[in-house]
């Protein structure tokens, strides 16, 4: 089967019990035991729901992977994923990371119970050169990043670190399965944020970890259980949903992602594009190798600094200023505000996130108005 086909079908068989084409919601806590520790595969919601289960399935098949973990938000996931590593391991980040991500792994640093270091993941000799330096546990890698839509090599990363020991995360979440799958490229798990394009919809939080190999599975699975950030059925039966659209959705958030990009790229208001998909993205030979289709991710610098940021912000119609991405609606964040806040604003600027960077979240809707939204908006600032 293609992609697009399995996105609507993979874990999604009509129920046996009475031929619904959609998984029912088990709204349950518990369920009944024929005797003491005999039950029919489910004893208790934090440890298994047949919602759930579908989503987990669905996850695990779409990123090619053993087994799929789903959680209450992004962050419970990466939270499990970093519970997974022995007191004091070394962790080798990405340096353009999600903001949230950033700030668990200084927060793991203060405790004493990580130690993180964040190297320029585009540039494969730096990561050769701080993994040989000292043995490194986790590498966690962002591709495309946010908010600077960076891209590294997966499939060379993961190489460099497997002859070096470590295992590779990757955070999906940009891409999605449907533009790009590190599993296959020789990550060991794969996390998202459910928060974003897999769900779609803007209606829920969740997150998952997808893990290559049937021990981690063990492990991963053993962990949900104990720290139980996990979602809710309703929530998990809202994603898959929104799989079920997700690779439309991928394909007219690219196209809309694109056109957006070459026209901001062509208005004289603007002083810089970053998007995967225009030729003059420095990785541009790598997001086609890498990637099926740019996405609908991007950021812009305006000429006019922070001021014409906020004039701009101030008359989008379209565009809605909001936090998060990946939904049928087009957002528009201010990082330096918003999502990348939690970054002290000295480590924003070294790393190019500069006060007057926007992050477009290209929507669905008809490319047109999307343009004429921001042709309008442009005029005034
Ligand atoms: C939003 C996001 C997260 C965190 O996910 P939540 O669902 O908000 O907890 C992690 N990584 C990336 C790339 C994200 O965009």
């Given at each position: 089967m293609r992609f697009d086909t399995r996105v609507v079908h993979e874990g999604q068989p009509p129920d046996p019990l009475t031929g619904?084409?959609?998984?029912?919601?088990y709204l349950t806590s518990t369920y009944v035991q024929t005797a003491p520790n005999r039950n029919r595969g489910y004893a208790y919601s934090r440890t298994g729901n047949p919602t759930r289960a579908a989503l987990e399935a669905a996850l695990a098949g779409l990123e090619s992977g053993a087994a799929g973990f789903a959680f209450s938000s992004g962050m419970g996931a990466i939270t499990t994923l970093l519970d997974d590593l022995p007191a004091g391991?070394?962790?080798?980040?990405?340096?353009?990371?999600?903001?949230?991500?950033?700030?668990?792994?200084?927060?793991?640093?203060?405790?004493?119970?990580?130690?993180?270091?964040?190297?320029?993941?585009?540039?494969?000799?730096?990561?050769?050169?701080?993994?040989?330096?000292?043995?490194?546990a986790l590498v966690l890698a962002e591709?495309?990043?946010?908010?600077?839509?960076?891209?590294?090599?997966?499939?060379?990363?993961?190489?460099?670190?497997?002859?070096?020991?470590?295992?590779?995360?990757?955070?999906?979440?940009?891409?999605?399965?449907?533009?790009?799958?590190?599993?296959?490229?020789?990550?060991?798990?794969?996390?998202?944020?459910?928060?974003?394009?897999?769900?779609?919809?803007?209606?829920?939080?969740?997150?998952?970890?997808?893990?290559?190999?049937?021990?981690?599975?063990e492990r991963v699975g053993w962990l949900q259980n104990a720290l139980g950030a996990v979602p809710g059925p309703l929530d998990c039966y809202l994603v898959l949903r929104?799989?079920?659209?997700?690779?439309?959705?991928?394909?007219?958030?690219?196209?809309?992602?694109?056109?957006?990009?070459e026209f901001l790229a062509r208005s004289p208001k603007v002083a810089r594009v970053h998007y995967p998909g225009l030729p003059g993205h420095p990785q541009y030979a790598l997001a086609r190798r890498q990637m099926s289709a740019p996405g609908g991710m991007l950021s812009c610098e305006l000429k006019g600094g922070v001021p014409a940021a906020r004039r701009l912000l101030r008359r989008l119609r379209i565009f809605l200023l909001a936090e998060s991405l990946g939904g049928v609606e087009s957002l528009v964040d201010h990082p330096a505000t918003m999502t990348h806040a939690s970054i002290p604003r000295a480590e924003r600027q070294r790393r190019?996130?500069?006060?007057?960077?926007?992050?477009?979240?290209?929507?669905?809707?008809?490319?047109?108005?999307?343009?004429?939204?921001?042709?309008g908006a442009l005029k005034g600032i």
């Open positions: 619904a084409v959609n998984v029912p919601v391991s070394r962790v080798l980040a990405g340096e353009d990371l999600y903001g949230g991500t950033f700030r668990l792994l200084e927060h793991r640093r203060k405790m004493g119970t990580l130690r993180p270091v964040f190297e320029d993941f585009r540039d494969l000799g730096r990561v050769r050169a701080a993994l040989a330096s000292e043995p490194t591709s495309p990043t946010n908010p600077l839509l960076q891209l590294c090599d997966l499939a060379a990363i993961a190489r460099v670190a497997h002859r070096h020991g470590a295992r590779v995360a990757v955070d999906n979440t940009f891409a999605t399965p449907v533009l790009q799958r590190p599993i296959e490229l020789g990550a060991d798990y794969v996390v998202h944020s459910l928060t974003k394009y897999l769900g779609g919809h803007s209606d829920l939080v969740g997150g998952a970890i997808v893990v290559r190999d049937p021990a981690a599975a929104g799989l079920k659209t997700l690779g439309i959705r991928m394909a007219r958030h690219s196209e809309n992602g694109r056109a957006v990009a190019g996130v500069s006060d007057g960077l926007l992050r477009f979240s290209c929507g669905i809707e008809d490319p047109r108005d999307l343009i004429e939204d921001l042709r």
